[in-house]
């Protein structure tokens, strides 16, 4: 089974729950795990994948945060594109 069907038979098992305070503590543990989730791991991270942003994307990420200008973009064609970035 994969994890997309796992998640939709847990979503349809929680949803077929009548009981509000039984809800409210499932709501809670969730929201509890979310955010040690975003505790221990880098914002970068995909769950879904399991995979961190690669080294590149985290420069440039952090270069545009240090308000570092790339330059000008030619997105007249997509030739003139490649080549204003260098490609």
Request: aromatic share 10%; net charge negative; glycine share 4%.
């Amino acid at each position: 089974m994969t994890a997309i069907e796992l998640k939709t038979e847990l979503y349809r098992d929680i949803d077929s729950i009548n009981d509000d305070n039984i809800l409210q503590k499932i709501a809670s543990y969730v929201k509890k795990l979310t955010q040690k989730s975003y505790e221990d791991k880098a914002l970068l991270y995909d769950p879904e994948s399991k995979c961190f942003a690669n080294e590149e994307t985290i420069e440039a990420i952090e270069e545009s945060m240090r308000g570092e200008y790339a330059g000008i973009v030619d997105c007249s064609s997509f030739d003139a594109f490649k080549k204003s970035l260098g490609l």
